[in-house]
């Protein structure tokens, strides 16, 4: 099954009659503080449509239940940097970090199969999710192109040098950023904590481009990891 037919049926699967930003092809994602976003990055098997309705109807419901609230999912269209190349980036909510947690501490007991599903459906799945410190609001226009940044730091003063460089070259090329985020948290199984994810728009690609030249001039010393997708 196609990367854009696997994405189209999440979507429909989901949402569940909740339609997300349906008048829009732009998509607003709002969390409140004291919110949990959750960054989901994976890649379905052909197995998945086939597969999926059980994982609704009993894992993706428990969650449901304890407090999550699903947001729109975006297709990774290429991956920039890194050798990690996952098909899908979803966000997703929750209503405080106790119902993360629950559902964490509670789905092996209430879905024993809850893994062997997961494997069954996706051929790779990782998890970070983030404690909301304030308000935050951002749009996703898939007429710009939007680029998700996650880095991991060797020294953490040599890294805060070079992500404050990072930041002001992208931000003179013309990149809005949407989105960062610090101290990931994970889970067993399906780790992946970033010291820093960021989400920049971008004019066109062109702009990009240009950035992303100066960004691969700068040296990667403070860096220990980097993936970097562009998403839509």
Do not use: C
Not at 149 to 178: C, I, P, S
Request: net charge positive.
């Amino acid at each position: 099954m196609k990367k854009t037919n696997l994405i189209m049926l999440m979507g429909l699967l989901l949402l569940s009659g909740n339609m997300v930003n349906a008048q829009s092809k732009t998509k607003l994602l709002n969390f409140k503080k004291g919110e949990v976003l959750d960054i989901l990055l994976f890649t379905g098997k052909p197995e998945m449509g086939k597969l999926f309705p059980k994982y609704k109807k009993t894992a993706f419901a428990f969650a449901l239940k304890t407090g999550y609230q699903p947001q729109p999912l975006f297709s990774i269209a290429e991956t920039t940097q890194g050798g990690f190349q996952p098909g899908t980036f979803v966000f997703g909510k929750w209503t405080n970090m106790q119902s993360r947690k629950k559902f964490l501490n509670e789905i092996e007991e209430e879905v024993p199969d809850f893994h062997e599903q997961r494997r069954a459906m996706w051929s790779s799945f990782y998890l970070a999710y983030y404690k909301m410190p304030k308000d935050v609001s951002f749009e996703i226009n898939p007429e710009k192109v939007v680029v998700a940044t996650a880095y991991w730091r060797n020294d953490e003063n040599e890294f805060k040098n070079y992500k404050n460089e990072w930041l002001r070259k992208a931000k003179n090329q013309g990149g809005k950023v949407l989105l960062e985020l610090t101290d990931a948290k994970s889970s067993v199984g399906y780790m992946y904590k970033p010291d820093y994810m960021v989400l920049i728009e971008w004019e066109d690609r062109a702009t990009f481009n240009a950035f992303y030249k100066e960004n691969m001039k700068m040296g990667n010393n403070s860096i220990q990891n980097v993936n970097q997708f562009v998403i839509k």
